[in-house]
């Protein structure tokens, strides 16, 4: 089947089998290998996308369901070089321990701040929700997260 999305800002074209994922499309088809396979069910986040400006778990999608919207991977809000201002509050509060659901992570965190300004703890758990970490804890997580609200508050102010 024959679709047409726009993955990071660049339109794709290509022929995907009705029931391929999306994230195997992601990865082996585009070769974006930053959103990761993990529980395969949709209740981990490892391979969280934007689909749209929203997250969703792209093991549970098809491929033909990305037809005519926009895809967002993690590839596509890092900067070539260096960290984009999420992943720099991650590694300054040392959040990240393995980093298998850092891509996720990062994109539940630009969603979260992109739907509150100055979120609290509870928002933060809720923006957080479906995205597993085995190794931090969450503690650095949210530290990172607070900071950097604090950090875009001042820019906007």
């Not at 082996?28 to 069910?41: F, K, M, P, S, T």
């Not at 965190?109 to 970490?133: H, K, M, T, W």
Request: aromatic residues 6%; charged residues 25%.
């Amino acid at each position: 089947m024959l679709i047409q999305t726009t993955v990071n800002g660049e339109p794709v074209e290509r022929d995907v089998e009705p029931r391929r994922r999306l994230v195997d499309f992601i990865r082996e088809d585009l070769g974006l290998v930053g959103a990761n396979i993990g529980c395969g069910h949709g209740v981990c986040g490892a391979c969280t996308v934007l689909f749209d400006g929203q997250t969703v778990k792209s093991c549970v999608m098809f491929a033909v369901q990305a037809d005519g919207h926009e895809l967002t991977t993690i590839e596509g809000v890092s900067p070539p070089e260096g960290l984009n201002d999420i992943q720099a509050a991650f590694k300054r509060n040392f959040s990240i321990q393995c980093g298998f659901c850092a891509p996720g992570l990062v994109l539940a965190v630009e969603q979260l701040l992109d739907r509150y300004e100055d979120p609290s703890d509870e928002e933060i758990a809720f923006g957080l929700l479906g995205n597993v970490c085995r190794c931090s804890g969450y503690i650095n997580i949210f530290k990172a997260v607070r900071e950097l609200a604090a950090e875009r508050t001042k820019v906007t102010s």
